[in-house]
């Protein structure tokens, strides 16, 4: 297909677990001829499923790519996780894609994970379309959906489609732009669809919702309102013109009805795709900086301007060792080119480009500005780093990833495991942001975090699937934090004989709390006309930002506070980079002593959804959790229960759940925030620590 900047879509498909991304693209796959048979998430024949671990437990855990052709244009579509632990494969792919296809549950509406996705969608000024899936289900309601849609996440949602019926009486949709009613021929796994005019029973409402979205589009063109004004019916090309508009100036969002599983309402979505979101020529030119000056800069969506791309995604692969997925924003990508990553200071040279679609590819001799695709050959590039000219260097902003909460102790079963196992935890670092490591310094062993209990049992799994990793695996743990409650400063001198020379530095450092999640900031505040030499000064930054990491009550990271160097003195003799550092370092640590430090501990957001002669069971125990119970609802598929708990009030309640439930109920959790620690459960949390080490 020849190059057509207006005819390429880059899109990501989210969604709240199991209300049926994968299944619905899937659907789209085979509707284009990408595959020439339908796979399902439950038998673990899904394409976008590839990894082991997806097809055992039928969810997504990697965000996968692939390319279709539809109609004439090129749709780059990237399948996102819908678990909370795998969240940053969502944020990562939105931080590089230019529209958004957000699947709804008919039952289920607006769920916890819908609710970040769409936080996600708007950090990154995303437009998005809805698609309600599952309209055959028992207790489906559309109207439900587009209510939680407006009261959840203040968005102007406008149906262009509406169900025929629906659970078992879901037989196709009414096209509110031709008014038209489509009804699928199910013999034909949903390849066809027939063309009607709508039912009688429904032409009432047709008409409802139709008004409604003129009213809404109306201002993006002039064409429209003109017949409008002139109660005239336009042309639907008018009115995809409009939609268009509204779409791309985030004003609202379209909605449809489907049910992906019964293979009805999926050619609709993917008209509404390549019809009302963005191609890569509708936005603004991306904005990055020079890296030495600071100055900023604009790429426009050029072939023929300079290179730049965003490596969104770094995946381990048995081929190559290493693939990084590029979104492309100027110039053009070439095998056998040499692009700067200006992080690394560091030319890195292309090797093999590829097209992806999932674990399979094409290889490709060039790729141009607007496209997605994968590289082999980068050494140095880890996700979120600019690729640019060398001579023309820009870099884009980078991307933040949540701290991890949980951690674990991992050791090889053998001495010969653990090279494999130093080698499979590099690499899956790599790979993913929020996975990190750490040696304890008191038991010498491995510590690996994550973002919960599945995200570190998928990850161990691969290291022995993909590394052939045998290892012991320790208890699951709560990452806790520290922070301090008040002001203080304090001053250290360092003035020593070492090595056979004197050493000498004096900082004092001052600190004090700030709000929660806003991380650790360290600030130089000393005069820009000071004396002490531009290297001293960022020795003593680096000696505060090397203390960070282990605080002064349990050796836990600290949080939520500004560290300030506000004085300083130094010997042109004497006076040494190393010697800053180490007196910083002291100075920041015993200012933190002095801030009465507190401990954290991370509490999580859950919705349990019960059967209602559960309900006084599930509460009870949520209690005994010391849960903060914000709300209940009555949904058509049981009660929600939404709460705040403790993270380490949660371990093993999955299955204290089936048990109070027979199997019925099932719950989602995700982080919510850090909070000080109860003194009571403070004061055993140390004695733990200090009696049995963290690990």
């Known amino acids: 297909m020849d190059y057509n900047p207006e005819h390429i879509r880059n899109i990501g498909i989210a969604a709240h677990i199991d209300a049926g991304k994968t299944t619905t693209t899937e659907r789209i796959l085979y509707y284009v001829g990408k595959i020439h048979r339908i796979g399902e998430v439950d038998d673990g024949t899904a394409q976008m499923d590839w990894m ?273 997925y590029l979104r492309i924003y100027s110039g053009t990508l070439k095998i056998g080119g040499t692009y700067l990553n200006p992080r690394t200071k560091k030319k890195e040279r292309v090797q093999k480009i590829f097209r992806m679609h999932a674990n399979k590819r094409d290889e490709l001799s060039r790729a141009f500005a607007g496209d997605v695709v994968a590289v082999a050959g980068l050494k140095s590039v880890a996700t979120g780093d600019t690729l640019c000219d060398q001579h023309k260097p820009i870099v884009f902003e980078e991307m933040e990833f949540p701290e991890p909460v949980i951690f674990v102790a991992v050791e090889p079963k053998s001495k010969a495991d653990q090279e494999k196992l130093n080698r499979a935890i590099l690499r899956l670092e790599e790979e993913d942001p929020t996975f990190k490591h750490r040696i304890d310094p008191e038991t010498g062993q491995t510590i690996i975090s994550g973002m919960g209990e599945l995200h570190l049992e998928v990850l161990v799994e691969r290291m022995v699937s993909e590394f052939g990793v045998q290892v012991n695996i320790g208890t699951p743990q709560v990452a806790y934090r520290e922070t301090i409650t008040k002001s203080a400063s304090a001053r250290y001198t360092l003035d020593k004989i070492v090595g056979g020379r004197r050493q000498y530095a004096s900082v004092t450092v001052a600190v004090e709390p700030q709000e929660v999640g806003s991380g650790v900031v360290v600030v130089d505040g000393l005069p820009q006309d000071s004396e002490i030499p531009v290297e001293l000064r960022q020795s003593a930054i680096r000696g505060i930002e090397a203390t960070k990491e282990s605080g002064t009550i349990a050796g836990y990271p600290l949080l939520d506070l500004k560290a300030e160097i506000v004085d300083a003195d130094f010997d042109e003799e004497q006076s040494n980079e190393f010697a800053f550092e180490m007196s910083a370092s002291q100075a920041f640590q015993q200012a933190i002593r002095q801030a009465e430090p507190v401990l954290l501990e991370p509490v999580m957001k859950i919705e349990v959804v019960v059967p209602e002669q559960n309900l006084g069971d599930v509460m009870g125990d949520l209690s005994a959790r010391s849960a903060q119970i914000e709300g209940i609802d009555h949904r058509s598929d049981g009660e929600v229960i939404n709460a705040i708990v403790p993270l380490a009030e949660m371990f093993g309640y999955t299955t204290k759940l089936r048990s109070m439930t027979q199997g019925r109920g099932f719950f989602t959790m995700q982080f919510s925030h850090y909070r000080r620690l109860p003194p009571q459960r403070e004061e055993k949390l140390l004695l733990k620590v200090r009696g049995y080490g963290k690990g």
């Open 52 to 324: 082991a671990q997806e097809k055992e437990r039928g969810i997504t855990i990697t965000a996968a790519a692939t390319t279709i052709y539809w109609r004439e244009y090129q749709v780059n579509i990237i399948d996102t996780p819908g678990h909370v632990d795998f969240t940053v494969e969502v944020e990562r792919s939105l931080r590089a894609l230019d529209g958004a296809v957000i699947v709804l549950c008919a039952v289920g509406g607006v769920e916890p994970q819908t609710e970040t996705v769409w936080r996600q969608a708007n950090k990154y000024n995303i437009p998005r379309i809805v698609f309600v899936n599952k309209m055959d289900r028992l207790g489906a309601d559309f109207e439900q959906d587009l209510e939680m849609l407006k009261e959840k996440l203040s968005a102007k949602a406008v149906p262009i489609n509406i169900p025929i019926g629906e659970e078992e009486n879901f037989v196709g949709v009414v096209d509110l732009i031709a008014m038209k009613s489509l009804i699928w021929n199910e013999d034909e796994f949903g390849a066809k669809f027939d063309i009607a005019e709508i039912p009688d029973n429904m032409l009432e409402l047709a008409h409802k919702m139709r008004e409604e979205l003129m009213e809404a589009i109306a201002d993006y063109d002039d064409e429209l309102m003109e017949c409008l004004l002139n109660d005239e019916n336009p042309a639907p090309e008018v009115v995809k013109r409009a939609v268009r508009k509204g779409v791309i100036h985030h004003d609202f969002v379209p909605v449809l009805a489907g049910s992906a599983l019964k293979n009805k309402g999926i050619q609709p979505l993917m008209d509404a795709i390549v019809d009302f979101l963005p191609s890569p020529d509708d936005l603004p030119p991306v904005v990055g900086t020079h890296p030495k000056t600071g100055q900023e800069i604009e790429r426009r969506n050029d072939p023929n301007a300079p290179f730049s791309a965003l490596a969104f995604k770094i995946a381990a692969d048995p081929y190559v060792e290493k693939l990084a």
